[in-house]
């Protein structure tokens, strides 16, 4: 039979070799050990399958709370506020835009002449040398040779000039005035040091004032952009209007339907992917046998109560008439928000069945047009009642979170109890490992010792068979 060794150095763990006993050691520790973390693996399980219901609570916590900001923007007085429309019947010619409350009604206006500014037109020669130029009162230097392109660029880039340059051609450069209007020929100034300009005489041109009837009442303006000719809305003059008179229509202030349509659509959305989400974790049922921890921790919130109950409370504020409201405008579904087809009509689809909602434009358009403040009453109050059901179960310190921080003050005993166990099974290791090498030892030194016997005995068999002979 094999001699045992065994070999071992401070703070080392023991070795068994040579196997003095005939048994795989090693093997039956690992499956002493293995029997010992089945409770460790266990409960490792079960902290991960409780750590993921705490992250997907948290996530539906955050979504729901997100639902209620956009509940809330419903309710907000500038959604309301009534806005003004105006329209003109030749935008090409004259484009007009709402500045303020403006008088209802229409405006005939006739464009006779369009405000210009005043031109000088000069040659230019390259200069020899350095040359100093002056337009408009601010200096330039140009180089030898320099063209008329790099002195334009030079006066158009100047964001204190009073003057634009325009190049005609590599001898001729057309000054005019930033500012349009009558009077403004005295600021387009232009000389040079040496003889680089030369002005054109009779090519100046005078700036031109805008001229322009509001029903039949002539005014003037320095700009084609006029914000006084009718109070509260400003023109933008393109063209003469040779052709007749342009006629402006300014419509009462009303509701902004397609900004409530576009805020009522981002609610909509919004909730349908709450909605969905929420019924996705409540209907993944948990696998039958789970060997991955992957699928221990699937369907953690299968049928959920908290938010079962919270999915059809939500859906009742959407159908629920609102007391104290008139009957003809008291839930979303008066402005055309369900969920599509009616039940039992055979043509509910999946996502109406699931409570997903949809809007009809049309329907919410005509509600706002007929009863604007009928509409913000509804959105006003519902907003509020569905926070209410929302805020119960999701808001700082309600039941989602008192679930969430239970949950994670679980994971959190159970990781320390987890480190706990495995300290202790890696010193039952140690133990086992101690055991079976104080056992190699002395099998070994037993093994070693009826050795040397026989050895002895033999020897004297041989001696007592000599001395007979």
Known sequence: MSTG??????????????????????????????????????????????????????????????????????????????????????????????????????????????????????TFAAPAGEETFTIGGREYTLKAGAGAAELA??????????????????????????????????????????AGL???????????????TVDGVAGKSTTNVLTEAIPGVSLALQSLTSAGAVTIAVEAPSANTKAIETQVESFIKLYNTTVEAIQKQIAERPPTSPTAISELTAGTLFGDMDLTNVLNEIRETMYEPIAGLAAEMS?????????????????????????????????????????????????????????????????????LESRINGDTAQVREMKEQIATMNEMLANRQKALEQTYAELEAVISKNTATGSWLSEQSAQLAANSSATKA
């Open 5 to 122: 060794t065994v070999t071992a150095t401070s703070g080392s763990p023991i070795s068994v070799t040579g196997l003095a006993s005939g048994l795989d050691t090693k093997s039956i520790i690992n499956a002493l050990l293995e029997v010992e973390r089945q409770p460790i693996t266990r409960l490792t399980f079960q902290q991960e399958k409780v750590s993921d219901q705490a992250k997907a609570l948290s996530t539906i916590q955050t979504s729901l709370l997100q639902l209620t900001y956009a509940a809330s923007e419903l309710k907000l007085p500038s959604l309301f506020e009534g806005v003004q429309a105006v329209s003109s019947s030749e935008p090409d010619r004259i484009a007009a835009t709402i500045t303020s409350g403006a008088g209802v009604g229409g405006y005939e206006v006739e464009v006779t002449k369009l405000a210009n500014s005043a031109q000088r037109t000069f």
């Open 331 to 399: 839930s979303p579904a008066d402005i055309g928000v369900s969920t599509g087809a009616a039940v039992g009509t055979g043509t509910s689809s999946a996502s109406s069945l699931a409570g997903v909602l949809k809007l009809e434009p049309a329907k919410l358009a005509a509600a706002v047009q007929s009863n604007p403040e009928g509409v913000k009453l509804m959105l006003g109050q519902w907003s509020t009642n569905l926070n209410k059901v929302i805020n119960d179960l999701a808001e700082p310190g309600a039941t």
């Open 198 to 212: 030369v002005e054109r005489e009779g090519t100046s041109k005078e700036g031109t004032d805008a001229e322009y």
């Open 153 to 194: 660029a030079k006066v158009n880039a100047d964001g204190k000039g009073t003057v634009y340059a325009a190049v005609l051609n590599k001898e001729t450069i057309v000054f005019s005035s930033r500012a349009t209007g009558a009077g403004s020929l005295e600021t387009v100034t232009a000389s040079s040091s040496g």
